[in-house]
């Protein structure tokens, strides 16, 4: 117990959490570390195009939610589409889990074989200012699981080469697609308030990213990783 003039000493402190991740197959670390653009070689048009990392997607979802918090609509709009992908590509990638598990046990009673796993996977430590760049994370991990039952399947013979190549792409296009949308996205100072009363900020950033989504704008669509809306605005003007 504590007097009045006695400073409490009993308050919990700041809370605090570590997150690591272990990658086993080079389908995942390739998604995980991206692809610098490549120089056009003589006689080609142009290189192969860069493919944005995970720690580039991780930071550009937390300059999209800060930017959410700051009741910025087209942050809103981007967070709602990066939510929608990294859901579909999360149950798509699940699914592909679950069947390859049904087909890794449809061996032989007599025939049993260990779990497969790299001998050397990649660790990384992982930290991000918003739970969608964790969201991101959880995917790819996913993929990562997916991509490990593929190739074990395909070893033993219980699926064919081409549906493994199959699984292993589709299920990386639809990470891709993410980043995508992460890769396009661009900061502008601007808030709802600015848009309804029509600021000179408001009607330039119109002009170059377009009118925001009216259901986005309304919070009728608003991803579950968004801060509430700030008040009730009146439409937009």
């Not at 550009?60 to 709602?80: C, K």
């Not at 990294?86 to 779990?115: C, M, T, W, Y």
């Not at 070893?155 to 493994?164: A, E, F, P």
């Amino acid at each position: 117990m504590t007097t009045e003039n006695e400073t409490r000493s009993d308050k919990a402190g700041g809370l605090t959490s570590s997150l690591k991740i272990e990658i086993h197959s080079n389908y995942a670390i390739r998604l995980w570390e991206g692809r610098q653009q490549s120089q056009s070689k003589a006689g080609e048009k142009k290189g192969r195009h860069a493919i944005m990392s995970m720690p580039q997607a991780i930071k550009r979802s937390g300059v999209i939610y800060q930017d959410s918090i700051e009741d910025n609509p087209w942050a809103d709009e981007a967070m709602y589409k990066v939510e929608m992908l990294l859901n579909a590509a999360g149950e798509h990638i699940q699914q592909r889990v679950e069947e390859l598990e049904v087909i890794l046990k449809s061996v032989p009673p007599a025939v049993s074989f260990s779990d497969i796993v790299s001998t050397s996977p990649l660790n990384i430590g992982v930290f991000s200012r918003s739970p969608l760049g964790y969201r991101c994370v959880w995917v790819l991990v996913g993929y990562d699981q997916m991509a490990l039952k593929a190739f074990q399947a395909a070893h033993y013979g219980l699926i064919s080469r081409t549906q493994r190549d199959e699984l292993l792409s589709h299920g990386a296009h639809l990470i891709r697609k993410v980043y995508g949308v992460l890769r396009l996205y661009r900061t502008v100072k601007v808030n709802r308030s600015d848009i309804v009363a029509q600021t000179p900020a408001s009607l330039q950033a119109k002009e170059k990213l377009g009118s925001p989504d009216p259901e986005i704008f309304s919070g009728k669509k608003r991803s579950s990783f968004s801060p509430p809306l700030r008040k009730p605005l009146p439409e937009e003007k």
